[in-house]
């Protein structure tokens, strides 16, 4: 029997009961490791810890509970994430605060208490970005800068710890079929219209799937990836190599 890439492998993953995080969870499951994932809700798929992750104390409580079941982690993967619809001049504080506490703050907290595990395995961690930490859509003023923030701290984790034997990488996926998208097109004046037409503005002409995602990020955690560290890792369909030009 060929060993799975991931025996008994220790993985945490945070946002996993949809969309990218829950393929992520499932290719893993898949090479035989061992799932754990964090988010607001209770996971039925996998075992899973129920966490504010907004809030650094529930963070480090997550950690610890992982360690003290398990006694390592092997993989983190920083994936829970959220958007809202607002130009700078109407978002808030308050929803600026909430939006990099998730997106940016939650993965420099758990990466910070799960590091000193990560360097007795040589571990690593695979942040989810986005497109978005490239260029930027109308109204997601709060969104850009936190996924922006996320590939900086990507760089810095892997400069900072690269001599610890951790790499950390991330991964910036374009148009995703996911609920978050959905929920995004269902705001659109005719979101039939735009559901349809939403793949041509790719090369491949269509939009992407959470397993093509799951794949790469199960790559850069595997051995196949040991020389890959502290690089971002366009997955969009060709959407931001395609130049734009005015409608015929």
Known sequence: MVEKRFSNKIIVITGATRGIGLA?????QEEGAKICTIQRGKSELFESIECDLSKEQECSYSIKKIIKKYGC???L??????MMESSIQDTSIEDWN????VN?????LLSKFAMPFLITSKGCI???GSIEGIGANPKHAAYSASKAGLHGLTRAIAVDHGKDGVRCNAVAPGWIDTELNEDFINTMPDSEHFRRNIGSIHPLNRTGKTKEVASLVL????SESSFVTGQVYTID???MAKISLPSP
């Open 98 to 101: 909430q939006t990099l506490a």
């Open 126 to 128: 695979v942040n989810i």
């Open 73 to 75: 982690i092997d993989v």
């Open 237 to 239: 369909g060709g959407r």
């Open 24 to 28: 992520c969870a499932e290719r893993f």
């Open 104 to 108: 940016l703050t939650a993965p420099f």
């Open 219 to 222: 790559w850069l955690a595997s």
């Open 77 to 82: 993967i920083n994936n829970a994430g959220m």
